[in-house]
Every structure is written in C-alpha cells, then in structure tokens.
C-alpha cells in the first residue's frame, strides 16, 4: 500500500511553483523523492524556492499563455530528466482590478488575460505534456480547478469586503473541469490519466471579517491550510488511483455540500 502512495522518481512539471499552493507542492514532492520543473512567472521567487529544494530539479521562469514558452519549457523538462511523468497546473492568473470586476462592469482586457492564462495556459501546458506521455504511454495531469466551477459564489460571504470572484475567473475553472473530462477520454488509450482537484478557502492572511464569515458559511468552520491539498495531490500523481479519470477531487471542507 505504501508503494502505491510513492512518487519516487517522477518527474513532475509544476506551474505556479511560486504560488501559495505551489509552494507547498513543490516542497512536499520533492521531499517525497520526485524530481519538479518549477515553473512561475516570478524569476525572484523562483530563485529563492530553489534555494529550498536544492539539487536536482529545474526552475524556469515561465508564462502558460505564451504557448512558445510552455513548448520550450517541456522540452528542457524532457531533456533534463528524459520523460514527463506528471503535469500540475497550480496556476492561476488575478491581473489588477481582478477583485473589483463585476459583471455588468468586466473589461475586456480583464476577461481575456484571465480566460488566456487560466483556460488557454491550462491546454497548452496539457497539449505539450500529451506530446512527451504519448510515447511513453503512461502520465498524469492534474488541473486545477475551483469550488466555483462547481456552485455559484455565494454573494453573502463578499457583501461589504475587498473580496469578490469575477465572472471571468468562474468562467475559466468551470471550462478547465469541461476540458479536462474531455482529455480523459481522449487520452485514456494512452494511459494517460486526467483529473482535477478543487480546494477552496486557502488561508492567507484574509481580514478578521472575511475569516469569521467564511468560517460560519463552510461545516468544517475554518478556512483550508496550504498543506492540506497535498494529500489529494499525491493521491492522483501515484499510482494509488491508477483508476481515477475524468474526475473532479474536491478538498473544500464541505462548502458544496449544502
């Protein structure tokens, strides 16, 4: 059972390697003996998670919606390490005046980088990923995507704050769940396993208001720390759910549920 949960010696492309998420991820796989390509638009932060992680993995500066860059990164991936075992799509993409959108309001400019780098990153690294695990007949893609992909924002828990979630982001998680059940089937043949995973409510430094109303909203009563996404992370890159396509894991603390 133990070796069934391993990610030893996978070679795993991460975008959004910087990201509060990624973070985690990339500290937590690499711990676990699995070589990462750390890929995040920010060099800065880049260099400083490589001081974290040390030898053996690669960091490249990368823009998931320049489908050049996507294609130069894996190709460095797959000759450094010979092969692509796993592609995690921690990215994500809030361009300034992200949090004031409203439908009514949506710029263009806004709705097309978050659509660009969201969705239209999301195919091209999956469309790179299915050139390297085609040959090789086995791989594993697990996307993001986001509890508002699966029901509506709830207007309550935004009502008077900072907060809000644009049409464009929903828009963009809910089509990357489509795309990605859609990549299962077609990519099944080739045992290459598609999935999503969803977490929701990820602590990070939200005001007092914000925590304790979300906190009343969701039946765990707490917002979601980082590390709790890398069980189901581990879950689908293993071996462990060798029967899993095609499927959308939520770690939300219930927030669907009702």
């Known amino acids: 059972t133990h070796q069934q949960f391993s990610i030893k010696e996978k070679v795993i492309v991460l975008t959004g390697a910087c990201g509060l998420l990624g973070r985690a991820i990339s500290n937590h796989c690499a711990k676990l003996g699995a070589r990462v390509a750390c890929l995040d638009l920010n060099e800065e932060a880049l260099s400083s998670l490589q001081g974290e992680l040390g030898a053996g993995h690669v960091f490249m500066a990368c823009d998931v919606s320049d489908k050049s860059t996507v294609e130069r990164a894996f190709g460095e991936t797959a000759n450094t390490f010979g092969k692509v075992d796993v592609l995690i799509n921690a990215h ?18 806004l709705w097309d980088s978050v659509i660009k780098a969201n969705l239209t990153g999301t195919f091209y690294t999956c469309q790179e990923a299915a050139k390297v695990m085609i040959p090789q007949e086995q791989g594993v893609i697990i996307n993001f995507a986001s509890t508002y992909a699966v029901v509506s924002p709830n207007p309550e ?24 059940r859609q990549l299962a089937i077609y990519w ?3 045992n290459i396993r598609v999935n999503c995973v969803t977490p929701h409510g990820v602590y990070d430094n939200h005001d007092d208001v914000f925590v304790e109303r979300f906190n009343r909203m969701t039946p765990i009563e707490r917002m979601m720390k980082p590390e709790e996404i890398l069980g189901a992370i581990v879950y689908l890159a293993s071996d462990a759910s060798s029967y899993v396509t095609g499927t959308n894991m939520l770690v939300e603390g219930g927030w669907t549920v009702w």
């Open 92 to 109: 994500q993409f809030k361009p300034d005046g992200f949090l004031d959108a409203r439908p009514e309001t949506h710029s263009q400019d």
């Open 157 to 180: 828990l935004y009502e008077g704050n900072s907060m809000e979630c644009p049409l464009a982001y929903v828009a963009s998680k809910g089509a990357v769940i489509s795309m990605s």
């Open 188 to 190: 099944a043949p080739h």
